[in-house]
């Protein structure tokens, strides 16, 4: 059986088209190891029959992150019979830098260029035939949403998997040859090593995954690397490297995108990104809108109605006693309300019980369970906010503007969103840390959230603070114990 491996930036419709080849033949598990998702599926043809397995979205094939090393070692070491990359064609910059990088490799390559419908309706013409020539790979148009141009996909992409290929990188086509050349034989020399080009090019980046695996190869790139002149990367050569995929899109863009269509032009996003990431702007709109949500979520006196509402004038249960209770705390309320009246229904009907069986199932186990019913909708509607923000794209630009700060702590802004999401639960926000890129950030994140309260901890707090508020250390620390 044939197996296709599907490789594609986030958000490139990858998950879209997997479903449309698959349908309901896929299956999901993780990847050994990681708790990263692992999806595979079946393509039927009448002569053949395809195994789709469906690579985590990633932008590069660096080891940062556990989806990067996932996709790395499946390329590498499981060898797919067909490399579908599927791209972006109202981005086509940014996707094409993860393209540069999948054609080192030495396995068939087919180019998915998604989102057709899309980018014809912002005027945008491409040249397949160029970007076929450039790329040296087939190239094929769909438009995954619409199930257009996937069957032509298919079919070429199993006549590319009858062939073998060779990987090439762009990186033999800039001032960096010169090094490419030099490691060439040092990487040819070592025994039973395949893609060789990929693996030239890791070296010369300073790649971990190579440094680890063959420190004697990697300090003779490095002495390579240093007979040459510093120039402005000064000695960088993972920036060089990255610089030189960029140029090498950057110049063929004109040939492949041919119409009025301008990647420069300010779009309306980068006008958004003006006001929002605004060097003085940025953080108040920041806090304002991080008061907003909370407000929302959390607050007894929503929009501060109370300073019209005369003292002792208003108690509806649920609603507010001399004030509106914001959306987050009437539903908490709401759902705290029935619990009640479950728990008298429940009271009355062992009323006949023994008090111990009464006392344990009304104040014991009901009255557990409905504080934790209570708290649900505040995480509910947290998230539910936190969601909006990060659809929006605005999480990622929050991200960038607290990254200074972050910065000093030894984090990037990319831990922010996680941080974020535990005021709302630190289960989903220690999950959502797998995409920080280094493994020491990682754990300096998800130690720290357990400090950002969500509602259930709120209560804890609550309960210690008699002890800060008399600082009565032994009382804390028996609490704490028996705790
Ligand atoms: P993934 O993150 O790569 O798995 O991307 P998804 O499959 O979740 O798609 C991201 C978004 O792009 C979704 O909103 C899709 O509906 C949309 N999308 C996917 N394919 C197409 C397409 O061919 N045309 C258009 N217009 N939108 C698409």
Not at 44 to 57: A, H, I
Not at 206 to 219: L, N, V
Not at 339 to 364: E, F, H, M, Q
Not at 436 to 459: D, V
């Amino acid at each position: 059986m044939l197996r296709f491996a599907l490789a594609g930036n986030p958000n490139s419709g990858k998950t879209t088209l997997f479903n449309s080849l698959t349908g309901s033949t896929a299956q999901v598990g993780n990847w050994p190891g990681v708790t990263v998702d692992k999806k595979v599926g079946t393509y039927k043809t009448s002569k053949e029959t395809v195994q789709v397995v469906d690579l985590p979205g990633i932008y590069s094939l660096s080891p940062y992150t556990p989806e990067e090393v996932v996709s790395r070692n499946f390329l590498i070491d499981e060898k797919p019979d067909c490399v579908i990359n599927i791209i972006d064609a109202t981005n086509l910059e940014r996707n094409l830098y993860l393209t540069t990088q999948l054609l080192e490799i030495d396995v068939p390559v087919i180019i998915a260029l998604n989102m057709m419908d899309a980018a014809l309706e912002l005027g945008e013409k491409i040249d397949i035939d160029a970007m076929m020539k450039i790329f040296q790979v087939p190239v094929v148009p769909i438009s995954a949403l619409k199930n257009e141009g996937l069957d032509t996909l298919m079919q070429k992409a199993l006549i590319v998997a009858r062939h073998s290929r060779h990987g090439w990188s762009v990186i033999e086509h800039s001032s960096l040859k010169q090094v490419f050349d030099q490691v060439h034989p040092l990487v040819e020399s070592l025994p039973s090593i395949g893609s060789h080009t990929f693996h030239i090019v890791k070296f010369i980046e300073g790649d971990e995954m190579e440094k680890a695996m063959h420190p004697h190869i990697y300090q003779q790139v490095q002495e390579i690397e240093s007979a040459l002149p510093l120039d402005n990367f000064k000695g960088d050569f993972g920036g060089k490297v990255a610089d030189a995929r960029y140029n090498f899109i950057t110049e063929h863009f004109a040939e492949i995108v041919r119409s009025n269509y301008n990647p420069h032009a300010l779009t309306k996003s980068d006008k958004i990104d003006r006001i929002l990431t605004n060097k003085w702007l940025g953080i108040p709109i920041f806090f304002l809108t991080m008061l907003l949500v909370f407000h929302i979520v959390f607050s007894h006196d929503f929009l501060f109605l109370s300073v019209f509402i005369p003292q002792n004038s208003f108690d509806i249960p649920i609603i507010g006693t001399d004030a509106i209770n914001s959306p987050g705390v009437i539903l908490s309320e709401a759902v705290t309300y029935i619990c009640d009246l479950i728990g008298l229904g429940l009271s009355s009907i062992l009323k006949t019980a023994p008090t111990w069986l009464n006392g344990l199932i009304v104040n014991g186990l009901w009255a557990g369970l409905s504080t934790v019913l209570g708290f649900i909708p505040l995480i509910i509607a947290l998230f539910f906010f936190i969601t909006l923000l990060e659809d929006s794209g605005y999480m990622a630009r929050a991200a960038f503007i607290m990254d200074r700060a972050f910065r000093r702590m030894g984090l990037s802004g990319r831990s922010f969103v996680p941080l974020l999401m535990s005021f709302g639960c630190a289960v989903p926000g220690i999950m959502a840390t797998r995409t920080l890129e280094s493994e020491k950030e990682r754990r300096l994140t998800i130690m720290l959230t357990p400090f950002f309260s969500c509602s259930a901890k709120l209560q804890i707090w609550a309960a210690l603070e008699p002890f800060y508020i008399r600082e009565s250390m032994p009382d804390l620390l028996f609490f704490l114990f028996i705790f």
